[in-house]
């Protein structure tokens, strides 16, 4: 009986070499084709992450801007401050939105964003054209609502765009800050602002005024603890030891100011004869809330550096994969041949 090998057998020795050789690296081709596909689905996790981070970016500035709209609308109605205040930040608002919508328009299908954007688009719309109602607490409901939905915007954001499922520990922890710590933290500064600025409606407190701030001091003591404990992961877990030059000068910057609003708001809570709504209150809510703006804009950037940094290396490694490969086959061939 005939072999199924004997055809195999009656071919001239090279010819037998490329053969055998072309079997070797069959495997090799399998594999390879699983790496490379691999390596492209993380350069596409990583880029869409990177849309993401650049949605952040105005979204962000937009809640912060918000938060001081919604204090400035209760001064104009409680204090009697002129109206034409809120004219600058609805300025600056209005601009963020039209900016936003170029970048909604680009991204917004992958992210899911287009319907959620119009919306909030819209409510900014209507909240603009009046932002200072009859009653404080109306007011307060009004804005809260609308920087509650920036929130929600932001959230959807961080989800579709994988950034909450990012894999780097200095990437992660960076991120961590932009899209959750920070936007909580202007929450509870921007909270403490209007109680200590006393303007905050009565019906709108959790509990007294004094009580208050004590939880949220608390709050953002350990917003702040997380922040530093976080960001010391990211720095040790770098890979080029480039991210704590990057952003450590703004961090520091940024909780020395935390300390100040906090040193401030201490001492309201411990001297019950302390008065509020006194012009300290106010210097130092704007400083810590400007200095929490500031730092999200340099975190931003340096979140977007990593993304690309992990990219640019999985580019040189499948460059480098499919040299070694090539190199490999023409050797072969060329011994066989």
């Not at 601009?95 to 919508?101: K, M, S, T, V, Y």
Request: negative net charge; charged residues 20%.
């Amino acid at each position: 009986m005939p072999s199924l090998f004997a055809p195999i057998g009656r071919l001239p020795y090279a010819q037998k070499f490329v053969l055998i050789s072309l079997l070797f690296l069959l495997p090799l081709a399998v594999t390879l084709s699983f790496l490379v596909n691999a390596q492209n689905q993380q350069r596409v996790f990583s880029q869409k992450e990177i849309d993401g981070a650049n949605y952040l970016v105005l979204l962000n500035e937009v809640h912060a801007q918000a938060l001081q709209y919604r204090r400035q609308a209760l001064r104009v109605n409680i204090r009697r401050e002129d109206a034409a205040l809120l004219d600058p930040l609805q300025l600056a608002i209005d601009d963020n939105f039209a900016a936003l919508a170029t970048i909604d328009a680009r991204y917004g299908a992958a992210l899911t964003t287009n319907a959620p954007f119009a919306t909030l688009a819209e409510e900014w719309q209507q909240l603009s054209a009046t932002p200072v109602l009859a009653k404080p607490h109306d007011i307060f409901l009004e804005h809260s609502a609308f920087i509650a939905n920036v929130r929600k915007l932001i959230a959807l954001v961080g989800d579709q765009s994988n950034l909450i499922l990012d894999p780097d520990l200095d990437s992660y922890y960076v991120m961590d800050s932009v899209l959750l710590r920070l936007p909580e933290a202007q929450d509870l500064i921007a909270r403490a602002q209007l109680v200590s600025e006393d303007i905050l409606p009565i019906q709108d407190l959790r509990s007294d005024k004094r009580t208050e701030l004590v939880m949220l001091t608390s709050m953002l003591r350990s917003n702040s603890a997380a922040i530093v404990n976080n960001l010391d992961v990211a720095y040790a877990n770098n890979p080029s030891q480039t991210l704590q030059a990057r952003i450590d000068a703004e961090r520091r910057r940024y909780l020395a100011t935390i300390d100040d609003q906090l040193a401030v708001l201490d001492a309201i809570i411990a001297n019950r004869g302390q008065a509020f709504a006194t012009p300290e209150f106010t210097l130092f809510g704007n400083a810590a809330l400007e200095a929490s703006r500031v730092f999200q804009q340099t975190l931003s950037p340096a979140l977007i550096e990593l993304l690309q940094a992990r990219i640019d290396a999985l580019n040189r490694n499948q460059t480098s994969t499919l040299t070694m490969v090539a190199l490999t086959v023409t050797a072969a061939l060329a011994i066989g041949c």
